[in-house]
C-alpha cells in the first residue's frame, strides 16, 4: 500500500501546536484581563478605599468578562475537531502552491486503505501514485507555517509580561499585592495602610476621669503629619459634635474640654488616617463626710480636749498639743493621709470598712495641714479640708473697750462703764484695771505722765471671767468713789481732784505656758476732771444745742405742714407737674427729719448718761427724762415721720381733698409730738440749773460754815494763847 510518509506525524505535531497556541492565546488573555483589572482597581481602591459593594460589583463585572473570554478564546475553539483534512486545508492556504494535493494525498490514502471511493477518481493506480507523490515532497511541505507563531509569541509575551508585572509586583510590594488580593480578589474589609497614623498621647484606649474635672487630650501622628485633626466627640447623654483640635506642636494637636460631666467616647481623625478612639470614663472623687478634729492640750494649760471645727480656717496650737483627725469616705479607700507643709506626710489609719480613717500627731510646726485620701482609682478628695496651723506662736490678749456715757470731761465722783471685749488664742486667766492720776501741769509734758506709773483700780465686771475663756464680753465700770470719800470735791484727802488728769487702763492675762503667761493692754483712755459746776455748765449747752436743732427740725415740720395745707395739685393747672414734684421732695424731706431726730434723740440719751455716770442726777430722775425725751423721739423718727411720708407719698399720687387732709394730719401730728418734746427739754433744762443753783447755794454755805470755824478758832488762840488747845473747866 502507498504511504503519505511524514505527513500524518507533521499535522500530528501541527495539531498539537494549535491546541498549545489556543492554551496561549487564552492565557495572554486572561493575564492581560487581569492585568487591566488590577491596575484601574489598585488605584480606584487605594485612593479611595472602595466599599465592599463596589469592589463586590467590580469583581463580578470582571469575572463576567473573565467567563466570555475563556468561553470565547478557550472552550469554544478547543471544541472544534481538528481532522487531518482542516489541517491540510490550512496548510494549503498558507501554501497555495500546493494546489490541493495535500488533502488530495489524505482523501486518497484513506480511501486506498478504507475502500472509499473518491469523486470523479476511480484508478488506484492513480491514487497510489498521488500519495507516493506526497510522499516524496512532505519534507518540502511547509507545515509550520498553518499556525500564525506571531500570534501565538504575542499572547505568550502578554502572558509572560503580566507575570513579570505581579512578580515585579510581589517582590516590590508583596504588602500592597496581598492587601489587593484581599480587598478586590477575596473581598474582605482589610484596609489600605494609610499615609497618617494617628495616636492618643498619655493615654490607652480608655482614660478615667473624676467628674467635673477638665479634660485634655493630646494627639500624635506616629506617621506623616496632617494639616488638620478633627475630634468627634460623643457623650453618654446623646450629645455630638465635631470640633477641629488645635496645633500644639510638630505633629501634635491639643483639644481641651473645661468639665466632663459624663461619660464620652471621642474619636480623632485627620489626613487619611483611620479613626483613633478614646473611651473617656468619669468616675466620682472621694468625698469626706462626717470629718472631727479634737485638740488635746498640754497639761499647763489645764483645759479639757475640744473639737474644733471642721471647716478650712486658722488653727492656732500650742506648743504640745496634739490634733487628732477623723472621718470617712463615701467611698472605698486604699489610704489616708494628713500633710503638713507639703513635706511632713502623716499617715492614717484605715478602718476595717475601707470608709473610715483616724490618726493624729504632735504638729511640731505650724503650716498648711490638708487631709486627703487615696481611693482605688488612684483619686484624691475633691476638696480636701485644709487648715492654717499655727503651733506656738502665742500672742498677748488682745482688749477692746467702748465707752457708754462719759466724755473726755468726768467728775471727781463719776462713774466710767464702758463695753470690755477680750480675746486670746489659747484661753485667758484674768482681767482687770488699772489708773494713773497725774496733775494736769505734769501731764502736757509727756515725759512725766508717762514716767507716772499705774496703779491697781477695781472694776466692776458684770459677767465673770470662766476659766480658760477664749473671749469674753462683759459691762466694766470703774468707780471713782473708791478713791473719793468725801462729800466735797475740793477735800485734801480726796486723791482725784478737780484740775487732774485720770488715765484709765484695762488689761489681760493668758494661760499661756509653761514659761511666763502673756498680758495684754487695751487702749489707754484719759479723762480731765472738771468741777461739777463746769460739767453741768457744759452740759446743759449741749442740751439746748440738742433743743435748739430738734426745734429747727420742727419748725421745717411746721413749714412743710402749712405748704401742705396750701397745696392744691387739680387746681394748679399747668403747674400741676411742679406742684406734684414739689409734694415728693416734701415726702423724702419727712425721711431726712426722721433720721435727724433720731440723732438727736441718741445724742440727748447720751447727755443724760454722763448726768447719771458723773451722779449729776439721780438714777430715778434721769429714767423719767428718758420716758419723756429719748423714747418718745425715737418713736417719732421711727413711725411718725415715715408715716408722715407715706401721705404725702398717696397726696402726690392722688390729689384729692381727703389724701390732703391726712397728709396734713400726719404733720400736725408730728409736730404736737416734737412741741411736747421741746417743752420736756425746758424743764429739763431747767432741773439742771435748778440743780446748778442749788449747789452754788450749798458752796455759798459751806465757805460761811467754814469762815465761822476759822473765826471760832482765831478766837480762841486769842483767849488761850497761841499752841494752846481749848480747856473748859469741869
Known amino acids: 500500500m502507498p504511504s503519505l510518509g511524514g505527513a500524518p506525524a507533521e499535522l500530528h505535531r501541527l495539531r498539537a501546536r494549535a491546541r498549545r497556541g489556543l492554551w496561549l492565546e487564552a492565557l495572554g488573555s486572561l493575564g492581560l484581563l487581569l492585568l487591566g483589572y488590577a491596575v484601574p482597581t489598585l488605584v480606584t481602591d487605594r485612593s479611595l478605599r472602595l466599599e465592599w459593594i463596589f469592589r463586590c460589583l467590580l469583581l463580578a463585572s470582571f469575572v463576567v468578562v473573565l467567563v466570555r473570554v475563556v468561553r470565547r478564546r478557550l472552550v469554544t475553539p478547543l471544541a472544534v475537531p481538528l481532522t487531518a483534512e482542516e489541517l491540510a486545508l490550512a496548510v494549503e492556504r498558507r501554501a497555495p502552491d500546493l494546489a490541493q494535493s495535500l488533502i488530495s494525498a489524505l482523501q486518497f490514502e484513506r480511501d486506498l486503505r478504507g475502500g472509499g471511493a473518491s469523486a470523479g477518481i476511480e484508478s488506484p493506480a492513480l491514487k497510489a501514485n498521488v500519495v507516493e507523490g506526497l510522499a516524496r515532497r512532505a519534507g518540502s511541505i511547509p507545515f509550520a507555517r498553518a499556525i500564525d507563531a506571531r500570534r501565538v509569541r504575542r499572547f505568550a509575551l502578554a502572558a509572560v509580561g503580566v507575570l513579570a508585572v505581579f512578580g515585579l509586583w510581589a517582590w516590590y510590594a508583596p504588602g500592597s499585592l496581598a492587601i489587593w488580593a484581599q480587598r478586590n480578589l477575596l473581598l474582605t474589609n482589610v484596609d489600605w495602610p494609610r499615609r497618617t497614623e494617628l495616636a492618643f498621647a498619655d493615654t490607652g484606649d480608655e482614660v478615667r476621669l473624676p467628674q467635673g474635672d477638665a479634660l485634655t487630650v ?5 506617621r506623616g503629619d496632617p494639616e488638620q485633626v478633627h475630634l468627634d466627640y460623643e457623650f453618654a447623654g446623646g450629645e455630638r459634635g465635631t470640633e477641629p483640635m488645635r496645633r500644639t506642636g510638630e505633629g501634635e494637636f491639643t483639644w481641651t474640654l473645661d468639665a466632663v460631666l459624663g461619660d464620652a467616647t471621642l474619636r480623632a481623625q485627620g489626613g487619611d488616617s483611620l479613626p483613633v478612639e478614646l473611651r473617656v470614663r468619669t468616675v466620682e472623687r472621694p468625698r469626706l ?17 475640744y473639737e474644733a471645727p471642721a471647716t478650712e480656717g486658722e488653727l492656732r496650737l500650742p506648743k504640745g498639743a496634739r490634733l487628732d483627725v477623723e472621718g470617712r469616705s463615701h467611698k472605698p479607700i486604699d489610704g489616708a493621709f494628713l500633710l503638713l507643709g507639703g513635706d511632713l506626710k502623716i499617715g492614717l489609719e484605715r478602718g476595717p470598712d475601707a470608709h473610715s480613717f483616724r490618726g493624729g500627731f504632735a504638729p511640731p510646726a505650724g503650716g498648711l495641714l490638708v487631709c486627703d485620701v487615696v481611693d482605688r482609682d488612684r483619686l484624691g478628695a475633691a476638696t480636701p479640708p485644709k487648715w492654717l496651723l499655727r503651733v506656738g506662736d502665742d500672742a498677748a490678749p488682745v482688749l477692746e ?17 464702758g463695753e470690755l471685749k477680750v480675746r486670746d488664742d489659747f484661753g485667758l486667766r484674768e482681767i482687770g484695771a488699772a489708773v494713773r492720776i497725774v496733775e494736769e501741769g505734769t501731764a502736757t509734758g509727756g515725759e512725766a505722765t508717762g514716767a507716772a506709773p499705774f496703779e491697781p483700780a477695781v472694776a466692776a465686771f458684770e459677767a465673770a ?3 480658760g475663756a477664749r473671749r469674753h464680753e462683759t459691762p466694766a465700770v470703774v468707780d471713782l468713789l473708791q478713791w473719793n470719800r468725801g462729800g466735797d470735791e475740793h477735800a485734801e484727802q480726796n486723791r482725784i481732784r478737780p484740775g487732774m488728769l485720770l488715765s484709765l487702763r484695762y488689761h489681760a492675762r493668758d494661760n499661756f505656758g509653761p514659761g511666763e503667761p502673756h498680758t495684754g493692754f487695751g487702749e489707754t483712755m484719759t479723762f480731765r476732771i472738771v468741777t461739777r459746776d463746769k460739767l453741768v455748765e457744759d452740759l446743759r449747752r449741749r442740751q439746748v444745742e440738742q433743743r435748739q436743732e430738734l426745734k429747727r427740725i420742727a419748725d421745717e415740720v411746721r413749714a412743710a405742714t402749712q405748704e401742705l395745707r396750701e397745696a392744691d395739685p387739680p387746681g394748679a393747672g399747668d403747674r400741676r407737674p411742679q406742684v406734684e414734684a414739689r409734694l415728693h421732695v416734701l415726702a423724702r424731706q419727712q425721711q431726712a427729719l426722721a433720721r435727724r431726730t433720731a440723732f438727736v434723740g441718741e445724742a440727748y440719751q447720751r447727755l443724760l448718761w454722763e448726768y447719771e455716770n458723773n451722779r449729776l442726777i439721780e438714777a430715778n430722775k434721769v429714767r423719767q427724762i428718758e420716758t419723756a425725751i429719748p423714747a418718745p423721739l425715737a418713736a417719732v423718727a421711727r413711725d411718725d415721720m415715715p408715716a408722715a411720708g407715706r401721705r404725702i407719698e398717696a397726696f402726690a399720687g ?17 409736730l404736737r409730738r416734737l412741741e411736747a418734746i421741746l417743752a420736756q427739754m425746758e424743764q429739763a433744762e431747767n432741773l439742771a440749773a435748778l440743780l446748778e443753783e442749788l449747789r452754788h447755794v450749798i458752796m455759798i454755805e459751806d465757805s460761811a460754815i467754814r469762815d465761822v470755824e476759822s473765826r471760832v478758832r482765831d478766837r480762841e488762840r486769842d483767849l488761850f494763847g497761841p499752841g494752846k488747845s481749848q480747856q473748859q473747866p469741869r
Not at 218 to 222: E, N, W
Not at 289 to 305: A, F, G, I, K, S
Open 218 to 222: 493630646r494627639v500624635t501622628a506616629r
Open 289 to 305: 463626710e462626717d470629718l472631727r478634729v479634737r485638740v488635746t492640750h498640754p497639761d499647763y494649760m489645764e483645759q479639757p480636749p
Open 465 to 467: 471671767l470662766p476659766r
Open 654 to 670: 392722688a390729689g384729692d381733698g381727703a389724701a390732703r387732709s391726712a397728709a396734713t394730719e400726719a404733720c400736725a401730728a408730728v
Open 401 to 417: 473697750f467702748r465707752l457708754r456715757g462719759v466724755s473726755a470731761s468726768i467728775s471727781a465722783f463719776a462713774r466710767i462703764p
